[in-house]
């Protein structure tokens, strides 16, 4: 796994190899494939220990407390954290949630559904101290949201990608637009 992650990491899926992969651990394909039958079972693998690993370590480490502002940046903080010292899964992070195989995409969308799960547990409960517009509900905004990730997410793809941190605070700042507008309102500190 720690070779495969290794070369994920490195090449993404569409340009690793699991000759690679066997000759950094000096292993036979046979091992591997005894294991992983293909190499998308060995990616998948690899996502869903990255997206596992991701969602558990936000659990264990985002405090829960202090008015919704702060708490959207510890949350990015966190993530940002987590990739920095894990470096290995940053890139295959990037490639499940921006450009997944195609023929996997039901298959990491799955590896995925406890992140996503997290995520909006997170915004709901950034939005119930909030008070929203009338007519606006809170699934609305989730939904919103959804929308505003999935077009940073092209974005990124379509300019050919963008440094980690400068996604990851796009998507804060995306969020934070949502939440308290574009427009400053007096004695309050959002731009």
Do not use: W
Request: one cysteine or more; charged letters at 25%.
């Amino acid at each position: 796994m720690d070779s495969a992650l290794a070369e994920f990491s490195r090449q993404g899926y569409g340009a690793s190899s699991i000759n690679t992969i066997c000759a950094a651990q000096n292993i036979s394909k046979g091992i591997v494939y005894h294991y992983f039958e293909t190499k998308d079972v060995l990616f998948l693998a690899c996502v869903a220990e990255c997206f596992q690993r991701l969602t558990e370590y936000i659990r264990t480490n985002l405090v829960r407390q202090g008015d919704a502002e702060y708490c959207l940046g510890e949350y990015f903080a966190i993530r940002t954290k987590f990739f920095r010292s894990c470096p290995v899964y940053q890139r295959i992070f990037c490639e499940a949630v921006i450009s997944p195989p195609a023929h996997l995409r039901a298959e990491i969308q799955a590896c995925r559904q406890d992140f996503d799960t997290l995520n909006f547990q997170i915004l709901e409960q950034l939005l119930v101290p909030l008070s929203l517009r009338p007519g606006i509900s809170r699934k609305e905004v989730i939904d919103t949201f959804r929308q505003f990730q999935d077009f940073i997410n092209v974005r990124c793809q379509t300019a050919g990608g963008q440094e980690f941190e400068a996604r990851e605070e796009n998507c804060r700042k995306a969020l934070d637009i949502l939440l308290y507008g574009v427009i400053k309102r007096e004695g309050s500190s959002h731009v």
